[in-house]
């Protein structure tokens, strides 16, 4: 399940963007807003846990890269000639957490509680990036017509 909603990214490394951006508003404000310190703390985690995916998509993406060199350079290279280096760059996983299965359920339970409060207005909505693209669109036309 991810959130189908038209203010989540599509790809990993935007969604990873977005999330982490979140959670450093939300563990600023999330108190204020009804959230528990165990609420955030599993955020952080979270988030700890999507930023080391999308980075270990990049690594092994240039790992399987080198690979794919070595092995054309050591199946079709000319004799003499020197190999290319295996890419050694890693991305260990985050150590103050273990990973648990529903990060997208538990965003998407967070935002409806956000939107559901009585605290939510269109501007925490903003600030969260959780306004819809259809709402932001209107409401920067109803700005720019008082702009005029």
């Known amino acids: 399940m991810t959130p189908g909603h038209d203010w989540f990214p599509t790809t990993l490394q ?18 204020t807003l009804g959230f528990s310190a165990e609420d955030l703390d599993q955020l952080r985690a979270d988030d700890d846990w999507l930023m080391f995916f999308a980075g270990i998509s990049h690594a092994v993406e240039r790992f399987k890269q080198s ?24 991305v260990m996983p985050p150590t103050r957490s273990v990973p648990t299965p529903g990060l997208y359920r538990r965003l998407d339970a967070m935002v409806k509680r956000i939107q559901d409060s009585p605290r939510y207005t269109q501007e925490l909505g903003r600030l969260l990036q959780i306004e819809s693209q259809a709402r932001r669109a209107v409401h920067m036309d109803i700005v720019d017509m008082h702009k005029t």
């Not at 935007?14 to 108190?31: D, E, K, P, V, Y």
């Not at 070595?70 to 295996?86: D, H, I, N, Q, W």
Request: glycine letters at 8%; one cysteine or more; aromatic letters at 12%.
């Open 14 to 31: 935007a969604r990873s963007a977005w999330f982490h951006q979140f959670t450093l508003t939300m563990l600023n404000i999330g108190t």
């Open 67 to 90: 690979v794919d060199e070595y092995c054309k350079a050591v199946t079709e290279g000319e004799p003499g000639e020197s190999l290319p280096r295996f890419s050694r760059e890693m």
